[in-house]
């Protein structure tokens, strides 16, 4: 595993020391200050295969998203299994593939993230973690603080599904729930945090969350047998994961593990009732604004405005990808669609993006021949209760 | 992949064909008849170790429990990821490991065993499929059929949690309420079967659910690198995943991948709810009693009476374990102690096993030093409604 040799605005490119904890970057000339990339000294891993360098000994103590040490940090990690998750092929499209993230601890994506962030919280001797959530980061920090013997303090949005409200209060974390959405929650988490001596480990306010889900990009590469796909369809709320996968291509191309040039083409999948990035990318601006009145089934999905923006922006038209609304009702159509057809019970946030592929692919963006990577950032089991109502699924003998 | 050389009776021995689909032994002598084993031709393999044998080709699509396709029909699998779940090492325990089935596919160990048992019934070309199910067997029949375009036909009791039934319905299964218990639904199977048309995918009452939960026996042992723990507790209802995993030590002791006399004691682990196999472990009996008002909110353990029980008990019995009950009280408060000390969020029924763990640790029946894997058989997500109402949370922004 190698050292961190520094970190690196992601806006003015000052590079900052990894010997303490760090939040944003302090040296940008303007606001907001920029997120901080994660550097390391590769050179050992130059003219390294892939194959050779992943760990792939079933019986190693470093699974999951763990095989990919190498270009980690070099800190002993709390695990919970994350990391690994299946590739699973479409039954009816030849070229799709549905990532399957609800696999992971607290059933989503934000274990990957949560579980390094965390571990840099122990390594750096962090005791006090806060965070807002729209749900599913709420779950993982708490899972992962439980482990690590960290106090965890968690603002939800009070509607929040039950499941992300229950995992989270028997993680032992202090819940708040809080009338509004995210950005509120982030509101308060600002406003307190100095005052309560919380670490806010919000996503991209800390360089480690971007750091555990670029862990995506490396491994959708290599179970695509260490080739790039032709898109990504990724369900974008504050779009960590995007961001993460991209930075994990580059640093492939920069080991020589993948040829430059043939990036996948990136598509941030939003709802229509709470879409900054779509907006954003329509208008050819460079940031978002602020949502209004956001509303949608996909809790995951109601980010008013994400942190991350300019940066998502950037990689969507680097790519050559686009920004995408889907409606609410298109995207339980869709969830039905899968769950029916597939046998794969998809999390709302996951079926906007099978349902944006078949929007793509009946306005002939997208053809059927196309490699396609759909995530889905969560398990279905995760919104019983959202999907039951959608649905119009009353449980008979339900309490 | 092997050829099935034959289908064996558990009871009578006697062979039959496995070329045209089977239920249970048609030649014993005395009811009930005897469940079947499938039985491989494996001289090919002889001299072969394990980790030869073993695929371990990440880019594979023979990954997860087709791993260990060597030991598994050779037929085309119907798949969605199932198998090869971590492996987690307590933080408190050194010597307990705790084995993560709520990571499979429909968030229980019910995928192996009817992935194989689609996959069979997919072969043979059966188009109606019908279970019983105390709720987890539902989803995951549903899933697989949707997946292999055949009908699922699901009996549940009414009081399922709110999960078992929303999968159910969205996957498109045809599901009936039971006012009753798994027992009571398995009575309406096999009244309305013969006159439907419909294929009895009962656990035990064909061959191949126990042969895709035997790979939760190969995992282990190969997670814990080819080498047998001390211990395994075993929640049981129909105790499928006993039976496969002891039928996976006896193949493996064939194959000369592990030493005989070394198999870990099984402990099965009930409700006190609902305990018949604790009841006839005690009494010194062949078979169990139908239990009376089974009662658990650990609904995977309200199964009146096992149809393997006569299998199960041999099995307790051979390998020095024992059956152990605990109460729904020491369960959730278990369910409590591992989510907010160990971060993992169990099912009732994983608890009831980590509960008896504790028992037996505190009556001097095992001590630290003994490695033992505690089956967590299905996320704690699955159980939102439940755990909930078991631990006093009520969801302040809930529907």
Excluded at 19 to 43: F, I, K, M, N, S
Excluded at 108 to 120: D, E, I, N
Excluded at 325 to 337: E, G, H, K, N, T
Aim: with cysteine; charged share 20%; hydrophobic share 40%.
């Amino acid at each position: 595993m190698p050292a961190i040799a520094y970190l690196e605005c992601s806006r003015c490119h000052a590079r900052l020391s990894a010997d303490t904890p760090q939040t944003l970057c302090t040296q940008c000339p303007d606001q907001p200050a920029g997120a901080l990339y994660v550097r390391y000294d590769l050179t050992h891993l130059q003219g390294r295969s892939a194959e050779e360098v992943v760990g792939n000994d079933p019986t190693s103590p470093w699974s999951g998203m763990w095989r990919y040490r190498a270009v980690l940090p070099d800190v002993e990690p709390v695990t919970l299994g994350e990391g690994w998750t299946p590739m699973l092929r479409s039954k009816r499209h030849p070229g799709a593939f549905l990532k399957e993230e609800g696999a992971n601890p607290t059933g989503s994506f934000k274990a990957r993230g949560l579980a390094l962030a965390v571990t840099m919280a122990r390594h750096y001797g962090l005791k006090k973690l806060a965070v807002p959530s729209a749900g599913n980061a709420a779950g993982a920090l708490a899972a992962y603080a439980a482990a690590a013997d960290i106090e965890a303090h968690i603002f939800m949005p009070r509607d929040v599904p039950l499941a992300n409200y229950v995992e989270a209060m028997a993680y032992g974390a202090n819940v708040t729930l809080v009338d509004g959405v995210i950005s509120d929650c982030a509101r308060i988490v600002g406003e307190r945090k100095q005052r309560e001596g919380w670490f806010d480990i919000s996503t991209l306010k800390e360089p480690f969350r971007v750091e555990g889900k670029k862990t995506m990009g490396y491994e959708l590469v290599e179970q695509l047998g260490w080739e790039y796909p032709d898109a990504v369809f990724y369900p974008t709320g504050g779009g960590v994961g995007l961001i993460g996968m991209w930075k994990a291509f580059e640093e492939m191309e920069q080991l020589g593990w993948l040829k430059p040039g043939k990036r996948p083409r990136m598509f941030a999948i939003q709802s229509s009732g709470c879409a900054p990035v779509v907006q954003a990318f329509n208008d050819g601006a460079a940031a978002s604004q602020m949502w209004q009145n956001a509303e949608t089934a996909a809790s995951g999905l109601r980010v008013p405005k994400a942190y991350g923006d300019y940066i998502i922006l950037d990689i969507l038209r680097a790519s050559g990808g686009m920004a995408v609304a889907v409606s609410d009702d298109d995207i339980f159509a869709s969830l039905r669609d899968w769950a029916a057809n597939e046998g794969i019970f998809l999390s709302p946030e996951g079926a906007a993006a099978t349902a944006a592929y078949d929007h793509l692919l009946s306005t002939g963006v997208l053809d059927a021949s196309h490699r396609v990577v759909l995530f889905n950032t969560g398990a279905g089991l995760k919104y019983t209760d959202v999907t039951a109502a959608a649905l119009g699924l009353k449980h008979p003998g339900g309490a």
